[in-house]
């Protein structure tokens, strides 16, 4: 009996979805299907990679602001948020790690573990990754909306259909009034290459910067930047620029903008995750809540305190108008004017950064060529990262600043434990602490080099 033509197109589905199931179980299919994937999404997006994101979220061809684009791309932005959309099939991967262990124990002490309630502490921790979700889809649709927003007159051609695109991978279909509506259907496909670790660092640092909680953190810093700035005595009719490289999710240069008004603040920050957290806490609006801790089994007192959430008090925060926030590399970044009577450089757990330490000695010295008096200050302790081809100590930095013509107007440190030590991210309900010591100093460029 032979197969009737209209029934081929099922059989041959049918056969193709049993293909398609086998191959789903074979990891060398599943990194070449995925690795295609990606490579169909970079052929999509290669206009995207020709679009510079500027500080408010335009988009142009040329950087307003540094010497080139660097990786400050649409493209780079749009893979910035692909990693932030991946957040919770990764963290409750990471906490499925902890329940599949369990398995490996005999029967008997698993029952031990049910008795624990074990499993349910498992179950509440991926609860709070949900729900710290939440906030990242928030994240990523203030985004998509500035883009639009700040791109709405933008005459580049293509540009809308580029930003259908855009919304589109993130679950969005913008409508002809610019408007996003959310797509249900919408199915996150996590990238090979992924960057969990960075994603939860900024999500982190969003209570770390603008929580009640970490104040105790920023308000040690916070004063001493400030202290210093007001002891140049500074006229409030000066053009005076304060830069903050680094900067984070952007508590201090907010805190900065706020205390000094008639003086401009630039922000600079590389990381586009950093940035992406950053121009959201400056411009949501609302409260949010996350669980920072959720996933730090070690050193935990109960579950309530492991998955205990911290709020973020975005509705008290008013963007000043002197603040502008840049995504670049500092080493290129380019002020706005070409002369002030002032620039001050505030760098806050930002040195020990550099890969080249003289890098960034060699960027904040040419300031010098656009103002009349160049002043550094700095705090944060010298934990060396990023594969430093250098790491000197406080005496090393102080010399090396005499060589090239700084002159310190303070200096101070604390070590001592029975002085206040300073945390970073630190869980306060836990067994396991770290603090900082800090090595403060204040600098003015005075002479050439000798």
Not at 43 to 68: E, I, M, Y
Not at 327 to 344: K, L, N, Q, R
Request: net charge neutral; hydrophobic share 35%.
């Amino acid at each position: 009996m032979g197969v009737s033509t209209s029934s081929l197109p099922a059989i041959a589905f049918t056969i193709l979805a049993v293909i398609m199931s086998f191959l789903r179980k074979y990891k060398p299919f599943q990194s070449w299907f995925i690795a295609k994937l990606e490579n169909s999404f970079v052929d999509h997006f290669t206009s995207a990679k020709q679009l510079v994101v500027n500080g408010d979220f335009s988009l142009t061809r040329t950087s307003k602001n540094f010497k080139t684009a660097g990786d400050t791309t649409l493209y780079d932005l749009s893979k910035a948020l692909s990693h932030l959309s991946e957040y919770l099939v990764r963290a409750q991967g990471q906490n499925g790690v902890i329940f599949q262990r369990t398995k490996e124990l005999p029967p008997d002490v698993r029952d031990q573990l049910k008795t624990l309630s074990y499993f349910s502490k498992i179950q509440n921790v991926n609860i709070s990754l949900q729900n710290n979700y939440k906030v990242v889809e928030s994240v990523i649709r203030y985004v998509l909306e500035q883009l639009i927003k700040n791109n709405a007159n933008n005459l580049e051609k293509g540009l809308r259909d580029q930003l259908k695109a855009t919304c589109l991978e993130f679950g969005y279909v913008l409508s002809e009034k610019n408007e996003l509506c959310k797509n249900s259907d919408n199915t996150i496909v996590a990238m090979l290459e992924s960057n969990q670790y960075r994603v939860s660092e900024a999500i982190s640092h969003l209570c770390r910067d603008w929580s009640p909680n970490f104040r105790c953190e920023r308000e040690p810093f916070n004063q001493f930047f400030k202290e210093r700035i007001l002891s140049l005595g500074l006229p409030e009719d000066e053009k005076v620029l304060i830069l903050v490289p680094g900067a984070g999710v952007g508590q201090l240069s907010h805190f900065l903008a706020t205390n000094f008004p008639h003086y401009a603040v630039d922000s600079i920050e590389w990381s586009a995750l950093m940035y992406i957290c950053g121009q959201f806490a400056l411009g949501y609006g609302k409260d949010v809540e996350l669980s920072p801790f959720a996933l730090r089994y070690s050193g935990q007192l109960d579950c309530a305190r492991q998955i205990r959430t911290v709020e973020v008090q975005l509705s008290e925060v008013r963007r000043s108008s002197n603040l502008r926030f840049h995504w670049g590399d500092f080493c290129e970044f380019i002020p706005t004017e070409d002369h002030y009577d002032s620039i001050v450089v505030c760098t806050e757990f930002f040195i020990d950064t550099a890969e080249n330490l003289f890098e960034y000695f060699e960027t904040i010295e040419r300031f010098k060529n656009r103002c009349n008096n160049l002043h550094w200050i700095n705090a944060g302790p010298l934990k060396y990262g990023t594969r430093p081809l250098v790491q000197l100590n406080a005496m090393e930095l102080n010399k090396l600043r005499q060589l090239r013509g700084w002159k310190d107007i303070h200096e101070s440190n604390v070590t001592d434990y029975n002085h206040p030590l300073i945390g970073y991210l630190t869980d306060y309900g836990s067994l396991f602490q770290c603090y900082y010591g800090a090595l403060k100093f204040h600098s003015t460029f005075a002479t050439d080099r000798k």
